[in-house]
């Protein structure tokens, strides 16, 4: 945030790719969204950043992995601030599809399920619009 940015609160201001993929980098939670035969479906998940892209390791047999195989997906993190009535938001929309393991990053960078269960199944979201907001203190 600029000093100039600083007399405008409750402004609304688009960041930058820039921007946005260092938040993206900087957290490991996020929601994916994507549609299903009922319809518009989000779920939290554990996710890394690898080469621009979104990375999730998920169950085999779950639905994520049924629905996100090829398909068109979305995925946001965000922050929020309630005292200050601030934050921020980190959209990116795309094409999930499942990631042939000779594709993936080296053990240490991929993505940690926080829950239990297996997860062998990894799914790539490819960005064709990364955006994102940032609301600043009021």
């Known amino acids: 945030m ?9 402004h609304l201001r688009e960041m930058d ?3 946005c993929l260092e938040l993206l980098a900087g957290h490991q939670v996020g929601r994916v969204a994507y549609c299903d035969d009922l319809g518009p479906v989000v779920l939290p998940v554990n996710y890394v950043i690898d080469r621009d892209t979104v990375l999730l390791q998920v169950s085999p047999h ?5 629905n996100l195989q090829s398909a068109a997906a979305s995925f946001e993190i965000d922050d929020f601030d309630d005292y200050n ?11 999930a599809a499942y990631v042939d393991p000779v594709e ?3 053990e240490g960078n991929r993505p940690v399920a926080w829950a239990e269960g297996q997860r062998t199944f990894h799914v790539r979201i490819t960005p064709h619009d990364i955006s994102g907001r940032r609301l600043l203190p009021a």
Do not use: C, I, M, Y
């Not at 600029?2 to 409750?10: G, K, N």
């Open 2 to 10: 600029t000093s100039e940015e600083r007399w405008f609160p409750s």
């Open 17 to 19: 790719r820039a921007e």
């Open 62 to 66: 779950s639905t994520l992995a049924r």
């Open 85 to 95: 009535q601030s934050g921020w938001s980190v959209l990116v929309r795309g094409e």
């Open 104 to 106: 993936l990053p080296d």
